[in-house]
């Protein structure tokens, strides 16, 4: 029995980076606009890399939990 996993794609286009996080595409937009996501281009296509998504979210504030009142 193989134990054998498919890779993960390194990169992958706006519209899957956006379905990924959970976010629009307007908000993706504005993120990588802010400098917030890289974003790289190869000829007509913005892609971007799996990692740079992991450090963006890494990078997000934690939500601290409300005070009870």
Avoid: C, H, W
């Avoid at 519209?15 to 595409?25: S, V």
């Avoid at 996501?37 to 007509?44: Q, V």
């Avoid at 890399?49 to 409300?66: F, M």
């Amino acid at each position: 029995m193989s134990n054998t996993t498919t890779p993960q794609p390194l990169v992958m286009n706006t519209r899957e980076a956006a379905q990924l996080i959970g976010i629009g595409l307007t908000l993706l937009y504005r993120e990588i606009a802010a400098g917030k996501i890289k974003a790289r281009k190869i000829g007509s296509r913005t892609i971007i890399k799996r990692a740079d998504i992991e450090a963006y979210i890494e990078a997000l504030p934690v939500k601290q939990p409300e005070e009870a009142a």
